[in-house]
């Protein structure tokens, strides 16, 4: 939990390297999107878990509102957590794509390292935060692929991004 | 591809976090092969995927040989690839933990932004081929899930590192 000490010696990752990251996931969760079947997006599902569709709302109600709270400290949520048709979830994936790319260079540096509480409940380093929005969109996009699977679809491949 | 320039105002993650994250994650996988029943670990499957036991046995060809090799340019693989039994894949987890934590901080932190071939292969930035380590075990951990939720078993919790 504690902040990490910056110098110019202990650079692993930079904001825009992080941002280039997660930007490179969220181009392959887009063409995991793309390749389900529009019938099976919010139904299809293994052992009781959510279907995709309602993991890839979640995904959109924490990237771009994040980028938003950790820049303005505003974490009103923008995205309404019903189903969504696929195509509306693209359309929805590709605002907040740009939108990201807007707000996250405006972000100081030393933001990362300060503790913040996203949407008035999840405190933790700024950092962490983001690096936890990238886990769980890996996360569900691992169980989407083995649902494609199930399905008989070919998921995109994992190294391209 | 190209190499993050590194300043003191630049920094999202150092290297010390980067590891910190990296052992959460193995932390929680580790959980979720120990949540196991060692009669599925190398035979259940989903979808014509792999077993979760030959998974496992792909995250540890790549965890610790990969810091070796970012830090000595030694890329020798020393983990075979046959599935093993869920105790000795634990064992060598364990194993694996400890070397990490002893490698990792001798990295000098410019090392990171220099272009490597992982496993005379894979040629990208060090700081991206780590990244992709840690995204490659949440990918397979999140099919884990699905595997573990399939057989009626109660992962444990995503956020607990």
Redesign the interface.
């Known amino acids: 939990m504690s902040a990490?000490?910056?110098?110019?010696?202990?650079?692993?990752?930079?904001?825009?390297?992080?941002l280039d990251?997660w930007q490179g996931?969220r181009r392959l969760t887009r063409r995991v999107i793309e390749a389900y079947p529009e019938g099976q997006f919010n139904t299809f599902a293994?052992?009781?878990?959510r279907p995709f569709g309602t993991m890839a709302v979640e995904l959109l109600r924490m990237a771009a509102p994040s980028v938003r709270g950790i820049l303005t400290g505003d974490w009103t949520q923008t995205v309404t957590a019903d189903p969504k048709p696929r195509d509306e979830v693209l359309r929805l994936w590709d605002e907040s794509t740009k939108e990201m790319n807007d707000l996250w260079p405006r972000i100081p540096?030393?933001r990362?390292?300060e503790t913040l509480k996203a949407f008035g409940q999840y405190e933790d380093t700024a950092?962490?935060l983001?690096?936890?929005l990238v886990?769980?969109e890996?996360?569900?996009?691992?169980?989407g692929?083995?649902?494609?699977?199930?399905?008989?679809v070919e998921p995109p491949h994992?190294?391209e991004r």
């Open positions: 990490q000490p910056a110098s110019a010696e202990n650079v692993f990752l930079t904001p825009q390297g992080f990251h996931h293994i052992g009781g878990m540096a030393s990362f390292q950092y962490r983001a690096l936890y886990d769980n890996v996360h569900h996009r691992g169980q692929y083995v649902y494609l699977r199930a399905l008989n994992f190294w």
